[in-house]
């Protein structure tokens, strides 16, 4: 039975850190491309951020480009979600997600399997 869990979340200020985390089980984790995806109250839920699993090639919504950092640890299965310079149109709950795919993920479709999420709040 595959997992996703993620943690870290939390509300912080305009301009703080965050560090999520999402530990994955019962797959093999380096096999798997993983994304982060976010989503607010009304709106559907978007690509973040996404590492491939073969040359962890990285790829960025322009939202969050130079402000976030997607990175892996196969040894933990575990990939995190540095988030710098957090602003109030951060405000999301934000999942893991796991693919069966080379490339960075580009969008929900391309995910198997998905964590139950953690919510992230911004005030300014």
């Known amino acids: 039975q595959v997992q996703l869990t993620e943690s870290g979340g939390g509300s912080v200020q305009a301009g703080d850190s965050l560090r999520l985390a999402c530990a994955a089980s019962?797959?093999?984790?380096?096999?798997?491309?993983m994304g982060w995806f976010r989503q607010a109250p009304g709106k559907e839920r978007a690509i973040v951020t996404g590492?491939?699993?073969?040359?962890?090639?990285?790829s960025y919504s322009n939202s969050v480009k130079g402000r976030f950092t997607i990175s892996r640890d196969n040894a933990k299965s575990t990939v995190y979600l540095q988030m710098n310079s957090l602003k109030p149109e951060d405000t999301a709950a934000y999942y893991c997600a796991a693919g069966l795919l080379e490339r960075p993920p580009a969008g929900p479709n391309d995910m198997l399997y998905w964590g139950q999420g953690t919510q992230v709040t911004v005030s300014s």
């Open positions: 019962g797959l093999t984790f380096n096999r798997y491309s």
């Open positions: 590492i491939s699993w073969h040359n962890d090639e990285t």
